[in-house]
């Protein structure tokens, strides 16, 4: 990782990445997005990332994002889709098999995501989205 910086202790803060985990949390979205699959052991990697570091180092991101995101399944996008470009979104989705998102509009609040079975509850404050396998494809 060049750009993510991995934390180890299951908090991801702008920019920082988990890999291994049963459960994430995120600090505070404002115009950020949280990225979370199931890695090949049914644990969680999940990416916090900033908008304009991204877009400065967008294909350093793309880098670090393809690593962290090597064979996970159910990977998902949540956060504040409509501060980020379809562009940009595109080639996030299209760089690690995105197969869904949860877009929240407005607001201050935290994703959290724990393993269950073999889905992948993802809370968003107090509200739950649990996502299993999709076929949903961009």
Known sequence: MIILKESHT?????????????????T????????I????????????????KTYENIQ??????TELFSGCSNIVVIGQLDFWGEDILYQIYSSIGVT???NRSEGEY???ANVSSDSLEVYVD????????WSRVF
């Open 60 to 65: 350093v991101v793309l880098d670090d994002l």
């Open 126 to 133: 107090d509200e739950t989205v649990t996502f299993g396998e």
């Open 100 to 102: 869904g998102e949860f």
């Open 10 to 26: 299951g908090v991801i803060g702008e920019m920082q990445c988990v890999k291994g985990n049963e459960r994430v949390v995120s």
């Open 110 to 112: 935290i994703v959290s």
């Open 37 to 52: 699959g199931l890695n090949a052991e049914r644990k969680i990697n999940a990416a916090h990332l900033l908008i304009d």
């Open 28 to 35: 505070t979205i404002t115009s950020c997005i949280v990225i």
